[in-house]
């Protein structure tokens, strides 16, 4: 039997979890139940009798409520240890994830997605407040990335297991799976709940984190007026908007090519890849976030452009490239954002906000623009045009810092 030294040291390790490795598991549960219905657009629209435009719609009611919620998030978090409110999250992601399914009326499934990002959206500010006090430095961007990475992975599995459920079940799973993938991070956030002192407010010691503010309190508005700050909310408007249109459209884009098979969720797989390399990529000395954000919004922005005159296979792997560069600056935005004020989660969850602007109303734009064109062309010409803006955007940051 293993003695009480080799005990105490697993318990502490089990311990330890939550703290490390709770957000990344919750970010993972808010990925799949945010995007597995879109990968059988097909069910959504036998089922309820709508069309493309209300695919979009779905998801835009979800990031929706990503928007409203963030300025109680950022207050919230502000204040208050984040792996607390982490454990209400992840709880009420798991209630809601079950009751999604079992209604038969579009415009119910509609409000209930909207309830939903209330605690999603609270989700992603949180996780990444959480990670920025709990590491720094460039282990801090990859740790953003590696969020991110389970974010988009959620999303990924979604991918490949809602086809199958629907199979079996018609609809009943496309969202309470999502209850399933969460009891995990529930888990290690409840076994590390007496920790939370490790979660508050600058909670590192002093010197460990270079703020641009000096580390100095400011106010909101001060926030707000921040370059830094908005210059991460502008990086996050084209980039987080271009990815969550084209995972929400990239199952319907590819039916309409023929192509069947799991190739959407190697698709999203891809581009959780691309938000841990974000993270991987900053970790090389002499490489800053701002480069990195640049580079990405340029290679998203030059292959959705490329898309509007190739043809062939250049149909097929250019908007994945797509999808990966505009996820692979994840990490980057939410660091710059996190460290250019004492803050913290005021202006995360500024930039979330202003991230979810665009993340709502593109697919909807999209959905109305395939429904009415048959095709895509408009809003890869749109989301192709915001990443030029991100990429002059990075620059200006990689310049500031």
Known sequence: MPCSSERTATRMAIQGTGIRYGPHLAAFSVGYVLFSYASVPGAVVDRFGVGYTAVGL?????????????????????????????????SANIALALVMDFTSSFSTLLALRGLWGLAGGLGVTVCATHISRVYEGPQATWHQGLNGGMFTGGGAVGFLVTPTLVGVTGWVGVHAAGAVVALPALLVLWIDRNRADRTRPDSKPTGTQQRSDGGETVSTLEILRSPVVLLAAACNFATLGAYVTLSTFVAAYFGDLGIAGPISAVALGIASLGRLGGGIAVLRPGLPDGRVIAGAATVGA????????????VLVVLPIVALAAVSLPFGAIFKTASTASSRDGTAVAFVVAVGNVAALSLPAITGHVRD????????????????????????????RN
Not at 65 to 88: K, N, S
Not at 302 to 313: E, P
Not at 377 to 389: E, P, S
């Open 58 to 90: 779905l998801m835009s009611a979800a990031l929706a409520a990503f928007v409203i919620v963030q300025p109680l998030g950022g207050r919230l978090v502000d204040g208050r240890e984040t792996i607390t409110i982490l454990l209400t999250v992840v």
């Open 372 to 399: 009415a064109t048959g095709e895509y062309t408009l809003a890869f010409v749109l989301i192709g045009a915001l990443n030029l803006v991100a990429a002059v955007a990075g620059l200006a940051i990689a310049r």
């Open 302 to 313: 030059a292959s959705l452009f490329a898309v509007l005159v190739g043809d062939g296979l």
